[in-house]
């Protein structure tokens, strides 16, 4: 079992520190313990000064597979109190770069993490859904407001009322990922990425992010509120997670074996 400390890895070399998420038999899902482990890491890094460029990724077959459906619902016993907003805000304060580098499924919650990276690119083997309205809960960390801004509102549509799974090739197509490429070079063109950015001057880079950010968000932040107030408003049992969780899974399997016969 992993201890805390483990569930994110954390390497750091010429200025680049990559962030692995680490429950890969858990598909990286977030419990609480790993939401809080990832709000203290970026805290830190973003305290680092030797810190230009963060890469974040996952262990395994997955990026991350959203919330722990499992924690929620009951089945486990959460490690500590859910503090999601920790984790956000941790993220959000970032002042450098995040390249996500999409190794597997980004799901739900890890899709939305994914959409909080200000660079992404995919593996071959990465698929992006959003499950939220087949598990019965409406978006709070920006999903909702940043997918149609980046591929369009008429394709996010698609796949948030569908829960469908999006290949990385279409996602790369919609613009949602910069570039797809095999397994064994995500992290490499990430971190080809990440020393690129490292060989521009630091207060300017930083000062062309934070204006590009703050012009994005002047036309998002009224968005981000209104989804925060219909998340907050709607109330969900234990059990509701769980039998949810079960139709999610089944439907997923479905989908997998059906593109492997095709």
């Known amino acids: 079992m992993n201890t ?3 569930l994110v890895l954390v390497a750091s070399r010429d200025g680049i520190a990559e962030v692995t998420l680490n429950r890969p038999k858990a598909m990286n899902a977030l419990s609480a313990d790993l939401q809080a482990r990832i709000a203290e890491v970026f805290e830190s890094l973003q305290e680092d000064e030797s810190v230009e460029v963060v890469i ?36 959000g304060g970032m002042t450098r770069p995040i390249i996500g580098a999409i190794n597997g499924y980004a799901v739900t919650g890890g899709f939305e993490l994914a959409l909080m990276c200000d660079i992404l ?3 071959t083997e990465a698929r992006f859904a959003d499950t939220h309205a087949r598990v019965a809960v409406v978006p709070g960390w920006g999903l909702s ?14 796949l948030s009322l569908t829960g469908n799974y999006l290949d990385a090739a279409t996602a790369c197509e919609w613009g949602l990922v910069n570039r797809v490429t095999e397994p064994e070079a995500l992290l490499p063109a990430a971190r080809s990425i990440a020393a690129d950015i490292c060989s521009t001057d630091r207060r300017t880079r930083t000062t062309i992010k934070r204006i590009m950010d703050e012009g994005w968000n002047a036309t998002l932040e009224h968005g981000l509120e209104t ?9 969900i049992s234990a059990d509701f997670i769980r ?3 079960k139709s999610i899974q089944a439907r997923a399997r479905a989908q997998q074996a059906s593109t492997q016969r095709d």
């Open 145 to 158: 407001q940043r997918l149609p801004r980046l591929i369009g509102i008429s394709r996010a549509k698609e």
């Open 227 to 235: 989804e925060r107030g219909a998340s907050r408003a709607q109330g």
């Open 121 to 123: 690119i995919a593996s």
């Open 4 to 6: 805390f400390k483990n």
């Open 56 to 91: 974040l990724t996952g262990a395994g077959r997955a990026f991350c597979a959203g919330l722990d459906l499992k924690e929620i619902g009951g089945e486990v016993e959460a490690g500590r109190p859910r503090a999601p907003g920790n984790m956000l805000r941790a993220i």
């Open 243 to 245: 039998r949810r969780r």
